[in-house]
């Protein structure tokens, strides 16, 4: 099959192939440019952690799980350790029945081998196949979306926009909320509303939130737990498994061995 962009692959309108799959590696510190396409994206990443980015959030994506981009969301994809992509690719055709928003759906054993499968057949396959019937399997799965724990929602307030950038540059620094919002010329009441009215959280949800991000981005890049517990912040090891394990439900050093 010829190579392409996941940018190009999403503009090909052909119902006949309801998912186009696409298979191919992102290095490390490459930042795709922000794009749109018609088509839905599941973005999976085989091995590897990649981060999602819209205006509604960011998306960290372990291979636990995949991220569901609308067609005509705008979006961008980095990875900073190199990842194993497996993108697939759903005709407009199809998305009436899938969610309108970005959204994270669980990658059970029985769904990785089934993205694995079509992302290697491509483009290349005919109607009524073993390759379409996998993809009528899929589309199946995709009605079963649900929250992700790892996502860290954006705002459209600039100036919440620029404390959340901040944050997110030196995520172990212990600022107040009040140095924050200083640094944006606001009164912190008003930084604290815009939290809980554009977030869903308060500000120390949403710190952990991005904390919890952090942990899983560094875990893949094979980070010692109790270093991560300590640069990120926490009194001692415990107190970060602890965290971890109640958000995640199992505890960080067991989080990517289950993975494999």
Not at 142 to 165: I, Y
Not at 197 to 202: I, L, V
Not at 218 to 236: C, H, T
Request: net charge neutral.
């Amino acid at each position: 099959m010829e190579k392409r962009l996941p940018s190009q692959l999403g503009q090909r309108i052909d119902a006949q192939r309801p998912i186009i799959g696409l298979r191919g590696r992102l290095a490390a510190n490459v930042d795709m440019d922000p794009h749109r396409h018609p088509r839905g994206q599941l973005a999976y990443a085989a091995e590897g952690i990649i981060r999602v980015y819209t205006d509604e959030g960011v998306w960290v994506v372990p291979p636990s799980q995949a991220v569901w981009v609308p067609g005509d969301v705008v979006h961008r994809t980095t990875a900073e350790v190199s990842a194993e992509l497996r993108h697939l690719f759903v005709d407009p055709a199809y998305l009436s029945g899938l969610s309108d928003q970005c959204s994270v759906v669980e990658v059970s054993p029985l769904l990785r081998e089934l993205i694995m499968r079509v992302a290697d057949f491509g483009d290349d396959y005919s109607t009524n196949s073993p390759a379409s019937r996998l993809c009528a399997v899929i589309l199946d799965e995709l009605q079963n979306l649900k929250p992700s724990l790892l996502h860290l929602p954006g705002a459209t307030d600039r100036r919440l926009q620029r404390v959340m950038h901040a944050m997110v540059e030196n995520p172990s620094a212990e600022i107040g909320l009040n140095y924050w919002a200083e640094q944006v010329g606001a009164s912190e009441r008003t930084i604290s509303r815009l939290f809980v009215k554009e977030t869903g959280m308060n500000f120390q949800q949403w710190r952990k939130q991005l904390l919890l991000q952090e942990a899983v981005d560094r875990l893949g890049k094979r980070n010692a737990v109790v270093d991560i517990a300590l640069e990120l912040g926490y009194r001692s090891p415990s107190a970060f498994v602890a965290m971890f394990r109640q958000a995640l439900g199992k505890p960080p050093g067991q989080y990517f061995k289950d993975l494999s």
